[in-house]
């Protein structure tokens, strides 16, 4: 038995110490050979291309329409106005400044409450020329009473006269009642 674990120890190490050369494998390159048909030749066309140049007009009707003046104040307290002045005598000036107005305040709950609020208000104007001559002068107020625009050519309302007719006055007779009544015992009238 002692003969059979030695030669069992003296397999193990020897396969163990063995190592196989690596050859590695060999491919052959794959034969490639020319198509068998030949590609065609193209030429130039026979047409000359389209020679493109710059419209002789313009795109748009109007001259070309420039800022002739321009002003932009922002102050800490949180108003500011600007304005502009175009070539075109397209004018716009607004003004806005902060202001203490009633707000409603909602709490986490959905719960309102009433209190003073910081919002904004603002007023303007704008004048512009309309491409048939028209002028055009718009002024608004936007404050706590809403958007309050002003102009002549804004629609208006309509309003509605109503005259109250006038009931005829007829002298009518009120009824008299009965002096007496006679009942019986028992709540019913008697004829």
Same mark, same amino acid.
């Given at each position: 038995?002692?003969?059979f674990v030695i030669a069992a120890v003296l397999a193990v190490a020897a396969a163990a110490s063995y190592k196989p050369e690596y050859k590695p494998p060999t491919y052959s390159a794959p034969a490639y050979s020319k198509p068998a048909y030949s590609a065609p030749a193209y030429s130039a066309p026979a047409y000359p291309a389209p020679a493109y140049s710059a419209? !002789?007009?313009?795109?748009? @009707?109007? !001259?070309? =329409? &420039? =800022? &002739?003046?321009?002003?932009?104040? $922002?102050?800490?307290?949180?108003?500011?106005?600007?304005?502009?002045?175009?070539?075109?005598? &397209?004018? $716009?000036?607004e003004s806005q400044v902060q202001k203490k107005m009633?707000?409603?305040?909602?709490?986490?709950?959905? @719960?309102?409450?009433?209190?003073?609020?910081?919002? /904004?208000? /603002?007023k303007g104007?704008?004048?512009w020329v309309s491409p048939e001559g028209?002028?055009?002068t718009l002024t608004w107020a936007a404050d706590e009473a809403g958007f309050q625009p002003k102009g002549d050519h804004l629609p208006v309302a309509?309003?509605?006269e109503y005259e109250l007719p006038v009931a005829p006055v007829h002298e009518y007779e009120l009824p008299v009642a009965p002096v007496h009544i006679p009942f019986n015992g028992k709540g019913y009238k008697i004829y």
């Open positions: 038995m002692k003969l419209p !002789a007009y313009k795109d748009n @009707k109007y !001259a070309d =329409i &420039t =800022i &002739t003046s321009q002003s932009d104040e $922002r102050n800490l307290d949180g108003s500011s106005q600007w304005s502009y002045a175009q070539s075109d005598y &397209t004018t $716009r000036e009633q707000g409603v305040k909602y709490d986490s709950y959905g @719960k309102a409450t009433y209190e003073d609020v910081m919002g /904004n208000t /603002n104007s704008s004048y028209q002028k055009f309509p309003v509605h």
